[in-house]
């Protein structure tokens, strides 16, 4: 069946460090999404992206997080100057045009910030 | 917006028997789809089942059944000979057919007892 994939599944990065957490969405898919998971917290959404922009963002999603495809397999989200607070699961997510059940999440990334 | 409610944080089940997830959620809207995730220790987000709004048949997968009521705002998970490996988070969540972002709650902790 296919999967998202995403790496790495554990990342430890220093306080105001960038990182680049990176997904591989399924091959037909067309609307990507990254959510957050803060340890013992609700799942929440970040953003979605089709057609190579933005759709929705959330207003966690603020000038600190962008997102890239930037060769049309690859799906990133960049984390600018980390914060503490920015230690979660980040999951991403894709779908395919007109399947809003058909939703598929990646494994996750621990993203611990020290 | 729309806000999805787990009532019970935690609950216990013997193996081989049936226990029953709770959830509500609010919206104003008519068209939208509902989901159970499940979140083992690997804290993956696996799709559980999904139930479409419009259908008023409950969904079913196997052990795993919905009672779907559209008029109360509910979405009750049913679990049916639970087995060692149904321990897990799981996590009831809500997909607008306006919008892209998928609202979750926070989670229904179950231990399934040998």
């Known amino acids: 069946e296919p999967e998202v994939t995403q790496t790495p599944s554990h990342q430890v990065t220093q306080m105001g460090q960038e990182v680049i957490l990176r997904c591989v969405p399924i091959?037909?898919?067309?609307?990507f999404y990254w959510y957050r998971q803060i340890l013992g917290q609700k799942v929440e959404f970040l953003v979605s992206?089709?057609?190579?922009?933005?759709?929705?963002k959330s207003e966690i999603f603020d000038d600190q997080f962008s997102v890239e495809r930037p060769d049309g397999s690859n799906f990133t989200l960049k984390i600018r100057s980390t914060k503490l607070e920015d230690s979660a699961m980040y999951f991403c997510?894709?779908?395919?045009?007109?399947?809003?059940?058909?939703?598929?999440f990646g494994s996750g990334t621990r993203l611990t910030v020290v | 917006a729309q806000t999805v409610t787990q009532s019970q944080p935690e609950m216990s089940v013997q193996e081989a028997e049936t226990v029953t997830l709770s959830c509500t959620y609010d919206?104003?809207?008519?068209?939208?789809?509902l989901f159970w995730y499940k979140q083992p220790p690997s804290r993956q987000m696996i799709l559980v089942i999904r139930?479409?709004?419009?259908?008023?048949q409950n969904a079913t997968e196997n052990r795993f059944s919905v009672n779907f009521q559209k008029a109360a705002k509910s979405f009750s998970l049913k679990i049916s000979d639970s087995q060692l490996g149904d321990a897990a988070m799981y996590f009831c969540?809500?997909?607008?057919?306006?919008?892209?972002?998928?609202?979750f709650g926070a989670g229904t902790r179950l231990t399934v007892k040998p």
């Open positions: 969540a809500y997909l607008s057919y306006n919008n892209n972002d998928m609202r």
């Open positions: 139930q479409e709004a419009y259908k008023q």
């Open positions: 997510a894709s779908r395919k045009t007109g399947g809003r059940g058909g939703y598929t």
């Open positions: 919206t104003s809207e008519s068209d939208y789809y």
């Open positions: 992206f089709y057609n190579n922009e933005i759709s929705e």
């Open positions: 091959s037909n898919h067309l609307y």
